[in-house]
């Protein structure tokens, strides 16, 4: 079955609505020029409250490795970054998965990357970090998957409409969402969260 990662959580109420749909993962956006950015503080209330099968994930654009030490303390164990680590930097922070992002337009190199716990491909939009509402081409997801032995999550402009589609073309190990199932930045609208929800474990492959 298809894994969901819900990203942009900014409060405890959409946490618990979008485990309650049957999400797997969270993600929480440390990032201070996104929208749905959220400080440490507030996302320790929420993770110390979440259901213990549901995975809280912290995204992570600036390599700041005292700052991904302070998440380790207050609960994160799973880090989506947008920037490379080195095999001694990934054991100064253990314990900890890493997901590691990439931004694509075409298919990337993917020389170096085994070193991660998973990839997540996400929709290269110049000047933007996630949460854009693009999509890029699919059968690119397609071509890394056949490629690496890494899980690929999919990224980038997914919504209840059309993340059948995505899944089928790509098969990935998941997808992520964010800005599609949303009413405004940051909070969640509960009647695209389910059907974005149904929409996925409806589709087999």
Known sequence: M???????????????????????????VFYDRSPRNIDISSAEKIIRNLPVFVTPVAVLVEKDLSFV??????????????????????????????IRALR????????????YDALLLDSYVSGKIGGTGKTFDWRIAAEVIN????????????????????????????????SSIETRPGRKDEEKVWAFMSSVRDTVF
């Open 2 to 28: 298809v894994k969901v990662k819900i990203c942009g959580i900014t409060n405890l109420d959409d946490a618990l609505m979008c485990c309650v749909a049957g999400a797997d993962a969270l993600g929480f």
């Open 69 to 98: 030490r302070k998440l380790v303390e207050i609960g994160f164990r799973t880090f989506q970054i947008y920037f490379d680590l080195n095999d001694k930097e990934r054991k100064e922070i253990l314990p900890g998965k890493f």
């Open 104 to 115: 694509v337009s075409n298919k990337p190199d993917l020389s170096g990357y085994d070193i």
């Open 147 to 178: 490629e690496i032995s890494l899980p690929v999550i999919l990224s980038g402009g997914l919504s209840p409409d059309n993340v059948r589609d995505a899944i089928s073309i790509a098969r990935p190990y998941g997808v992520d969402v964010s």
